[in-house]
């Protein structure tokens, strides 16, 4: 991975994970809307997520699952944190 490459990845998984926290909170097992407080534990991560009000701004139009968002957007860390260059460089 070169360097340009590096840094290409590092924004794409922090855009991805900026647009995460603009519309979820995650604490520890559950996932939180920040739109209306509608929360899903871990244990619930295959089902859509449920808002607690019919017309939250986070439910767009399709349905929505958080975890699966946030596995997404994880996708680029491996390589990352393989290809993080090392001190002194
Ligand atoms: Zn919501």
């Not at 994970?17 to 979820?24: P, V």
Request: glycine share 6%; with cysteine; proline share 7%.
């Amino acid at each position: 991975m070169s360097a340009r490459e590096y840094q290409f990845a590092l924004d794409c998984l922090s855009d991805d994970l900026i647009k995460f926290h603009d519309d979820w909170n995650w604490v520890a097992t559950d996932i939180h809307c920040r739109a209306c407080g509608g929360r899903q534990p871990l244990a619930d991560a295959g089902v859509p997520f449920r808002h607690t009000v019919e017309d939250c701004p986070n439910q767009r139009d399709f349905v929505r699952y958080p975890w699966e968002e946030l596995r997404r957007a994880l996708d680029h860390l491996p390589a990352l944190i393989r290809h993080t260059p090392r001190g002194g460089a």
